[in-house]
């Protein structure tokens, strides 16, 4: 085994929901990538009977540390359970729809190098669906986000993403744990207000297609649906949902506590 890419101060965290198959591609990939860590945690939310009887083999299979729930409790409280599970100074959080590409083992040091050196950092960002606006060019393809509550690009809100990320252990710690209850798109609002009045500190990765694929199939598909008001491209509805963005978002960071 190449040591250089077994990282013993990292735990990678996986959340799960009915989508074995998908977790399966994942941990398969790590291990084609000659990637390891000192322990996996999968942390399912109340995955069918199915799924879970898979889960439990692939668990004696690539050795991770099966974190359950009798009753499906969201996002919040997946990621929450999971990051408890956690022993080691850093967490690689990864959903398990994704795929890291050939690039990520020379990558993912860089990260954990950056970190190491730079304690004031609390996340490393991988991949994202838009680029971050605001960026100052760092080193190694990465560049540090930054961000003032007078910006004009609301993409300045997703300072925190739930998408693959490097972060600190002490996460919950430092910045609260995740609002349990609620859909996916408020808890990872929330935590994103949260991480800015916090005054949260990270990078992100210029080309952040070239580290994770995400890949759904049509016998796992994604779970999330978004309303027609989110995915429409009509100018108007575009304008208005862009101006209410705005101003919701100027308001929370500045007046509302998370």
Request: with cysteine; charged share 30%.
């Amino acid at each position: 085994m190449d040591t250089q890419s077994h990282f013993n101060n990292v735990t990678l965290l996986v959340t799960h929901y009915n989508r074995s198959s998908s977790l399966e591609r994942l941990l398969r990939t790590f291990q084609e990538l000659n990637c390891s860590f000192a322990d996996v945690v999968v942390s399912d939310d109340c995955s069918k009977p199915e799924h879970l009887d898979v889960l439990r083999e692939l668990s004696r299979i690539y050795r991770f540390n099966l974190v359950t729930t009798p009753v499906n409790r969201g996002l919040g409280n997946n990621i929450n359970k999971g990051q408890d599970a956690v022993k080691t100074p850093y967490t690689l959080y990864v959903q398990e729809d994704f795929v890291p590409t050939l690039l990520f083992p020379e990558k993912f040091r860089s990260a954990l190098q950056i970190m190491e050196e730079r304690p004031d950092f609390d996340i490393i960002r991988f991949y994202s669906y838009l680029k971050y606006p605001y960026l100052k060019p760092y080193k190694d393809g990465f560049s540090e986000m930054y961000v003032k509550p007078w910006f004009g690009d609301y993409r300045k809100i997703y300072f925190y993403s739930d998408h693959p990320h490097l972060r600190r252990t002490n996460f919950l710690e430092k910045f609260g744990r995740y609002a349990e209850g609620r859909n996916v798109d408020r808890t990872e609002y929330r935590k994103c207000i949260n991480f800015i009045q916090k005054k949260g500190k990270g990078l992100f990765y210029d080309n952040f297609k070239e580290l994770f694929i995400q890949m759904n199939s049509e016998t796992e598909p994604s779970s999330l649906m978004r309303s027609k008001w989110t995915r429409s491209n009509s100018f108007f509805i575009r304008f208005l949902r862009d101006s209410y963005r705005q101003i919701r978002y100027n308001f929370d960071i500045l007046f509302v506590k998370y």
